[in-house]
Nanobody
């Protein structure tokens, strides 16, 4: 059974940095593309960063140049380095394999971890 445990969130001032971690178990982590998602209050969950099994990355425009996704396959761990944080980055952050939009948005069942809260505020 898949388990995802996100950590590393917190409260930070604008311009600050955080590094999120996600430990995955019960899944073939190293063989699949993985992503970081976030859900802001009142908004749908969205995919913001992707890393393929061989390390290629892609980012949503609003985080490009500020966030870096990486992975340690030996430790089944996914990371998200977040720099120059902005108030609009405030959200609960989740990791998961790549999922169809209907699962990301909650119209189809998918397992999610508890997420980690990131709050950017002065």
């Amino acid at each position: 059974q898949v388990q995802l445990v996100e950590s590393g969130g917190g409260v930070v001032q604008p311009g600050g940095s955080l590094r999120l971690s996600c430990v995955a178990s019960g899944d073939i982590f190293s063989l699949s593309a993985q992503g970081w998602y976030r859900q802001a209050p009142g908004k749908l969950r969205e995919l913001i960063a992707v890393i393929t099994s061989d390390g290629n990355t892609n980012y949503e425009d609003s985080v490009k140049g500020r966030f870096t996704i990486s992975r340690d396959n030996a430790k089944n761990t996914l990371f998200l380095q977040m720099n120059d944080l902005k108030p609009q980055d405030t959200a609960v952050y989740y990791c998961n394999r790549l999922l169809p939009d209907r699962a990301v948005h909650g119209y189809e069942y998918a397992y999610w971890g508890q997420g980690t809260q990131v709050t950017v505020s002065s």
